[in-house]
């Protein structure tokens, strides 16, 4: 049986290679990663909680690092940062449902959020509905489509890759 504490060490561990992993994609596809069209490769993270707790740390740090290192403006590194976590939360308390329902949460919050930081934080010349349109088709593609094939690969596996940590 392990202790609290060696729970602690695992869940941090998990927690920043998750983020670690997140800010590596998002830099590695840094030119689709940001603007009115997104497509963040390293969304498909954002499935991650619905497996594992330390996914909800771990996306939201992964995040946040991947916006302050790509540049963004200080809303966006805020707020972008905070829709992630929110998305993560909600994905969290949606683990025990179908597993169609892990990337909905990310989905949502990014496409009503994002555009404001768009509009109003970058000044793009678009309006917020079309945006959230945008938005959402890109985490539609990131987190719909390859974080349902990355849950899908690594569910199988989660008991293994995902030890049990605190919760």
Not at 129 to 151: A, D, K, N
């Amino acid at each position: 049986m392990k202790t609290t504490q060696q729970n602690k060490v695992l869940f941090m561990a998990q927690a920043a290679m998750i983020a670690a992993i997140y800010v590596v994609l998002t830099m590695l596809g840094a030119s689709f990663a940001f603007g009115e069209v997104q497509i963040r490769f390293s969304e498909a993270l954002t499935v991650l909680p619905a497996l594992t707790p330390a996914g909800i740390p771990g996306v939201f740090l992964g995040c946040l690092i991947s916006n302050i290192l790509g540049g963004a403006i200080l809303p966006d590194i805020v707020f972008g940062s905070i829709a992630t976590l929110i998305g993560a939360l909600f994905t969290w308390q949606l683990r025990n449902k179908s597993k169609y329902l892990a990337p909905i949460p990310p989905i949502i919050a990014n496409a009503l959020i994002v555009p404001f930081i768009l509009k109003y934080g970058y000044a793009v010349p678009l309006p917020i509905p079309f945006m959230m349109l945008t938005v959402g088709l890109g985490e539609i593609i990131s987190c719909g489509v390859l974080g349902m094939i990355l849950y899908t690969a690594l569910n199988k596996y989660k008991g293994v890759l995902f030890k049990p940590s605190v919760s």
